[in-house]
T-cell receptor
Framework: QKEVEQDPGPLSVPEGAIVSLNCTYS??????FMWYRQYSRKGPELLMY????GNKEDGRFTAQVDKSSKYISLFIRDSQPSDSATYLC????????????FGKGTHLIIQP | KAGVTQTPRYLIKTRGQQVTLSCSPI?????VSWYQQTPGQGLQFLFE???????NKGNFPGRFSGRQFSNSRSEMNVSTLELGDSALYLC??????????FGAGSRLTVL
């Protein structure tokens, strides 16, 4: 079992829909949780950063962490074609020197 | 403010050769980390450098090495290239815990 599991998709939804992206993990030491977005031929860019359990909202994006279930989610409201990209979850136990553990990414397609 | 700059963006090598990739972090960022991205394994941590010292290393063979210079610029080297080393190599710099800013990557193809 990999440390972080993420459905690779592709996930195709119509414009304006609410998108739900998820990751599960096995390492209970993880405390820091991130979502990155990666466009084709680009590096990942940080979307959301959460410490421990709870919710965090930033514009159309909401990140949720449930440490008891080892489950994290990213919700995108009012999805736009420009949201079409690969979304990667990432997590770490410490402050970053030990590296991030990434999911393989979900390829999201927003249909106009 | 300039982002993380990686060179070269694309390169093709043959098996057995070696390659050196370069990364210039965001000005003021002293921590640089390297990741390998492949379709099969996703993004995997290679190593992190801070103030010219390697602080951590991922589960990669000794053919993968790196260094950091006094101006925080970093290089990684892969010796005796294998077909499986074909990947996108990403460099990231950070200030503060876990907030990585990635470059666009260097895409290596090994023939």
């Amino acid at each position: 079992q990999k440390e972080v599991e993420q459905d690779p998709g592709p996930l195709s939804v119509p414009e304006g829909a609410i998108v739900s992206l998820n990751c599960t993990y096995s390492n209970s030491a993880f405390q820091y949780f991130m979502w990155y977005r990666q466009y084709s031929r680009k590096g990942p860019e940080l979307l959301m950063y959460t410490y421990s359990s709870g919710n965090k909202e930033d514009g159309r994006f909401t990140a949720q962490v449930d440490k008891s279930s080892k489950y994290i989610s990213l919700f995108i409201r009012d999805s736009q074609p420009s949201d079409s990209a690969t979304y990667l979850c990432a997590m770490s136990a410490g402050g970053g020197a030990d590296g991030l553990t990434f999911g393989k990414g979900t390829h999201l397609i927003i249909q106009p | 403010k300039a982002g993380v700059t990686q060179t070269p963006r694309y390169l093709i090598k043959t098996r057995g050769q070696q390659v050196t990739l370069s990364c210039s972090p965001i000005s003021g960022h002293r921590s640089v980390s390297w990741y390998q991205q492949t379709p099969g394994q996703g993004l995997q941590f290679l190593f992190e450098y801070f103030s010219e010292t390697q602080r951590n290393k991922g589960n990669f063979p000794g053919r993968f090495s790196g260094r950091q210079f006094s101006n925080s610029r970093s290089e990684m080297n892969v010796s005796t290239l294998e077909l499986g080393d074909s990947a996108l190599y990403l460099c990231a710099s950070r200030v503060g815990a876990n907030v990585l800013t990635f470059g666009a990557g260097s895409r290596l193809t090994v023939l």
